[in-house]
């Protein structure tokens, strides 16, 4: 289908982007950034904006660098960026891991982490990682910047703390240096949305677990940090019996949807197996 018809701006910096924003009284404007969701969203007329604001030309909203002990991605780099980038891999392998598994590769080289981030669709890849890593989330608005923890950042059913006169700038990530990690997506086809997955990062200390993060992708309407688990792994024996313990309550308290790609009850047993494997091929252990 093709869209509505709509204005169209790709202004050059954030502050002139912020303009346009809060320039709209009733009139309807969207933030373009790899369009690899919001152009299916306006062919099918689930949005009819009257204004596009593309951030494609503005300089400073695409990298990868290092900022003390954070390392920064620029809200417009693609997934492609992420999953290649050399500084990803040695900090934050959880986060390259699972940008490996999103779509195809020319979804990948379109798509933007921040794009994935405020679209906030639950089986989306990279919202776990960014959660089970503790990234901090720059927001830029008429106000000024605030950064938001990832733990508040993830509102409800595709919905974040940005609003919509509001542009998501940069993610900061505290360095996993030396940390394993392993994302653990079950689909059905090859390069179809999550059923369900499981992020796990580990720090090891000889054979054992010293630390571990964990998160799950459509097991509810917002990615799901696995306390619990994260704390009975700390301290654990890297092998089987020990991870498959540890891990047996991670679909507790979880609401995750019913569908033709499995019932709820089935998802539930899923995130169970795919916690063990992503948790022990985490920690070397397959
Ligand atoms: C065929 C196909 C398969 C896919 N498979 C997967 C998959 O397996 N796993 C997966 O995780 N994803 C998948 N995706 C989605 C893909 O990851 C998208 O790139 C992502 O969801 C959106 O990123 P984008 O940069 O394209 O954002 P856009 O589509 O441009 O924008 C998405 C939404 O976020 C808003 N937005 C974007 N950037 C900003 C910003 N910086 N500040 C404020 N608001 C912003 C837009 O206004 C819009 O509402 C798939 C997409 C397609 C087309």
């Known amino acids: 289908m093709i869209p509505a018809a709509f204005d169209y701006q790709a202004p050059a910096s954030v502050e002139e982007a912020l303009q346009l924003l809060s320039g709209g009284g009733d009139t309807e404007i969207k933030v373009l950034a790899g369009g690899q969701s919001l152009l299916p969203v306006l062919k099918m007329r689930l949005a009819a904006p009257d204004l596009v604001v593309d951030l494609a030309k503005i300089p400073g909203l695409t ?103 509001e542009i998501l700038t940069e993610i900061r990530f505290p360095r996993h240096t030396g940390w394993g990690a392993r994302y653990e997506k079950f689909t059905r086809v090859v390069q179809q949305w999550s059923v369900v997955s499981v992020a796990a990062s580990v720090r090891m200390d000889g054979g054992a677990i010293a630390e571990a993060v964990v998160a799950l992708t459509n097991m509810g309407s917002t990615p799901i940090r696995a306390s619990s688990v994260e704390q009975a792994l700390a301290g654990c024996a890297a092998t089987a019996e020990a991870v498959g313990a540890a891990v047996a309550g991670v679909a507790e308290g979880t609401s995750p949807p019913a569908d033709l790609n499995g019932d709820a009850d089935y998802r539930r047993q899923l995130a169970v197996v795919l916690a063990r494997r992503a948790v022990l091929a985490a920690a070397g252990v397959s």
Not at 119 to 128: C, F, K, Q, V, Y
Not at 131 to 141: F, R, T, W
């Open 63 to 165: 990298g990868i660098r290092e900022d003390g002990d954070r390392i920064v991605v620029g809200a417009m780099t693609t997934h492609h960026e992420v999953a290649n980038d050399p500084l990803v891999a040695e900090h934050l392998l959880l986060l390259q891991e699972a940008a490996k598994t999103v779509a195809d590769p020319q979804v990948r080289h379109r798509g933007t982490l921040g794009g994935a981030l405020v679209h906030a669709d639950p089986a989306g890849d990279l919202l776990a990682p960014v959660l089970a890593l503790d990234a901090e989330l720059v927001i830029s608005g008429a106000a000024g910047r605030r950064t938001v923890p990832a733990a508040e950042f993830f509102q409800g059913l595709f919905t974040t703390a940005v609003g919509e006169d």
